[in-house]
């Protein structure tokens, strides 16, 4: 047997961390060891009241459309906090699970600490009743109601567009060589012909779904502001591709009345075109497609990073809603869901109350929040959350605490 307050825990978890489903519904991912930390933290203590928002309220009932980022700035002061804000009974719950409309969320004060259930008790404590479980099976297609963190439309173009490659990944990838009627420009609805190099050849599985693949032009190198190092090679992502036919060869008579072998390129559809597209442009597979929730927390440590470019912008400022490239990733400890602060850089300027003219330089302020949603080895791409005013190539970001 097992208490309602249990279950109720065991339903819904610590939010920490980047969740992931398939259309199939949740997986099981193990907690990291920072997300576990932050649990037996969270379950002894919660958050203090001064954390919670001034008209934080005593309970909400999750609606279609929602955002858990919006929620989280429902009770919270700082909306990359709601980790901390739940509870979580590490004995029945192995893996973070998401939350879903219809639920109600309960906010419970005790001894000058908050702490998030679904359950409601008048002395807040856990209610006692007892309930009897039976074995039986539900299917549920989880990954299409699963509250997301922020509104879908912001960060989805983007899981498929950006790309970090090597000097070399790009220049090896099977290329567009021609197109029908000697075209320079393609766009959706025209067929091209393009050709692999040694073990990226085109070829086509006949009793499988047609192959997709993301068609890119150029690669352009991205350098980190502080040092200078090439952090990885940005390709910009112009459409998507179906492979119709593979590539072949057959054998012919020259105009010379020679034998020659002929090299018969593949055929592709262009499906999608977010630009036009020429000879040239490159082809990579497209991954598996993913449904993706990230839960908004801060870095576990210190973040001393810097924003590298912003995405398909010529310019150097970025707006809320904007994604942009940071030059931390994976090898940095950086995740999925990291919350980071965006530091404006003080101006420099002369005392001009100084008969000396001593030059000064204002303190940095906070100017918004950004989120990371992918990341590379060196890199990662984030969206920005909140903005004072613009966010520029080289502006600081910090831990959020």
Known sequence: MMTKSKIAVACLALLAGSLVTTQAGAQNFPITADQKATAIQVAQAGVALSELSPNAPDNYTVKRGDTLWAISGLFLKSAWRWPELWGMNLNEIKNPHLIYPGQTLYLEKKDGRATLRTRQSATNDAPMNTVRLSPRIRSENLAN?????????????????????????????????????????????????????????????????????????????????????????????????????????????????????????????????????????????????????????????????????????????????????INRGSRDGVESGHVMAIMKDGARLIDKTDASRTALKLPDERNGLLMVFLTFEKLSYALVLEITTGVKVGDHLINPR
């Open 145 to 325: 109601d699963a509250l997301p963190t922020l509104k879908s439309h912001l960060i989805e173009p983007f899981l498929a567009e950006p790309v970090i490659v090597d000097e070399q990944e790009l220049a090896l990838a099977p290329r567009i060589v021609a197109a029908q009627e000697d075209r320079v420009l393609l766009t959706r609805g025209d067929r091209a012909y393009a050709r692999g190099q040694g073990d990226t050849t085109l070829v086509d599985e006949p009793d499988k779904k047609q192959k997709a693949y993301r068609v890119f032009r150029n690669a352009t190198p991205l350098k980190d502001p502080v040092t200078g190092e090439v952090l990885g090679y940005e390709a910009q992502y112009v459409g998507k591709a179906l492979l119709v036919t593979s590539e072949s060869t057959q054998e012919s008579i020259g105009k010379n009345g020679k034998p020659q072998t002929d090299i018969i390129p593949a055929t592709i559809d262009i499906v999608s075109a977010k630009e036009e597209m020429r000879v040239g442009d490159r082809l990579l597979p497209e991954p598996q497609q993913q449904f993706q929730s990230y839960v908004p927390h801060a870095p576990q440590g210190v973040v001393d990073a810097r924003i590298v470019s912003v995405y398909g912008s010529a310019v150097v400022n970025a707006a809320q809603n904007q994604v942009v490239v």
